[in-house]
Antibody
Framework: QVQLQESGPGLVKPSATLSLTCAVSGYSISSGYYWGWIRQPPGRGLEWIGSIHQSGSTNYNPSLKSRVTISVDTSKNQFSLKLTSVTAADTAVYYC?????????WGQGTLVTVSS | EIVLTQSPGTLSLSPGERATLSCRTSQSVSSNYLAWYQQKLGQAPRLLIYGASSRATGIPDRFSGSGSGTDFTLTISRLEPEDFAVYYCQQYGSSPFTFGPGTKVDIK
């Protein structure tokens, strides 16, 4: 069974960098597929942030592209998200998921609040 | 960017009734790369349907998807108590991969 688990700070200061990691178990990232990040502001809908292939090839949402970096560490079977220059508008539950596509396995999500 | 519109915003039904949810896209979705997800309060979304009409692993057959081009439908043939949730459609044929705003199915 494929399982994903997000980890990282739950509180980030404005203008700082948000950093999250997604640990994958039950499936080797090196075996293929894309791996993605999605976010959901409180009480609102879903937004795809971007995805990365095990080869390192990335695809980002143009609305966030200038601030987003997604990387993969196949040795640790995990991938990561960095979002720079955050504001209150970046407060959301952040999910990682296997992106075949579609998004077939999801982590439970982690709430990141941007506040001083 | 392909924009998705879902209707209705809220659907109030009783257990045992049929639910019909609509998703329309601003452009034709290539290869019918359209998915439906179910999200319950406090949980991650769960993939129900992909390729417009294929059920994901473990999804009961009361869930079915149909449609093509710009017009897609999710049907729940007989609502079970656990089906009351928010449903999102998503197109994954063209980047950025966009979601609809969701349809909430609540108990009448």
């Amino acid at each position: 069974q494929v399982q994903l688990q997000e980890s990282g700070p739950g509180l980030v200061k404005p203008s700082a960098t948000l950093s999250l990691t997604c640990a994958v178990s039950g499936y080797s990232i090196s075996s293929g597929y894309y791996w993605g990040w999605i976010r959901q502001p409180p009480g609102r809908g879903l937004e795809w942030i971007g995805s990365i292939h095990q080869s390192g090839s990335t695809n980002y949402n143009p609305s966030l592209k200038s601030r987003v970096t997604i990387s993969v560490d196949t040795s640790k079977n995990q991938f990561s998200l960095k979002l720079t220059s955050v504001t209150a508008a970046d407060t959301a539950v952040y999910y990682c998921a296997r992106h075949r596509p579609p998004l077939d396995y999801w982590g439970q999500g982690t709430l990141v609040t941007v506040s001083s | 960017e392909i924009v998705l519109t879902q209707s209705p915003g809220t659907l109030s039904l009783s257990p045992g009734e049929r639910a019909t949810l609509s998703c329309r896209t601003s452009q034709s979705v290539s290869s019918n790369y359209l998915a439906w997800y179910q999200q319950k309060l406090g949980q991650a979304p769960r993939l129900l349907i992909y390729g417009a009409s294929s059920r994901a692993t473990g999804i009961p057959d009361r869930f079915s998807g149909s449609g093509s081009g710009t017009d897609f439908t999710l049907t729940i043939s007989r609502l079970e108590p656990e089906d009351f949730a928010v449903y999102y459609c998503q197109q994954y044929g063209s980047s950025p991969f966009t979601f609809g705003p969701g349809t909430k199915v609540d108990i009448k």
